[in-house]
């Protein structure tokens, strides 16, 4: 959203939430082939597992579009904390957990899309990442969060392949 002399201008986000669904469809299929010793296997020579790095992008999406918003977070706290920028990355959800965590990647999806388009991201807190990018709305957060779980979903494949 770009404020021009009081105008607020909304842009189409649709493309950039459809990639995502893909993403996090593709991660919901890569988990669902391994075990749970294998999510949370963490190789010699890697900081942490293939669920940490799924988890850590649920984490950080919700940290940057809400978070840095003003907003409260639509996940709970157990897929938060231990998984943000930072972390040692031993941090572990339980088995149990899974379920509802599958759920949450798809559901933020659409619930982000919905708080979008009704204009509830009125304000934002520019940040600038650690790979160098400086996020100055929540427009730049969404385009960019699939460049950064497209990265941690690159980790898992080579974490997987390190087993």
């Not at 890697?46 to 984490?59: G, K």
């Not at 379920?99 to 009125?122: A, H, P, V």
Request: charged letters at 20%.
């Amino acid at each position: 959203m770009y404020t021009f002399a009081k105008t607020v201008i909304m842009i189409d986000i649709s493309y950039s939430l459809e990639v995502l669904k893909v993403t996090r469809t593709n991660v919901i299929n890569f988990i669902d082939e391994l075990s749970y010793d294998q999510l949370t296997a963490v190789p010699k020579g890697f900081n942490n597992s293939i669920l940490w790095n799924a988890v850590h992008n649920l984490a950080v999406q919700q940290l940057l579009c809400y978070k840095l918003s003003g907003m409260e977070l639509n996940i709970p706290n157990k897929f938060v904390e231990g998984y943000t920028k930072g972390a040692d990355g031993k941090s572990v959800i339980k088995e149990s957990d899974l379920i509802e965590f599958k759920s949450l990647l798809l559901s933020t999806i659409d619930l982000l899309g919905s708080d979008y388009k009704n204009g509830k991201f009125q304000k934002f807190t520019e940040y600038t990442t650690s790979y160098n990018i400086t996020l100055k709305s929540v427009e730049d957060v969404i385009n960019f969060n699939n460049t950064h779980e497209g990265l941690h979903f690159g980790y898992m494949m080579a974490l997987k392949k390190a087993l």
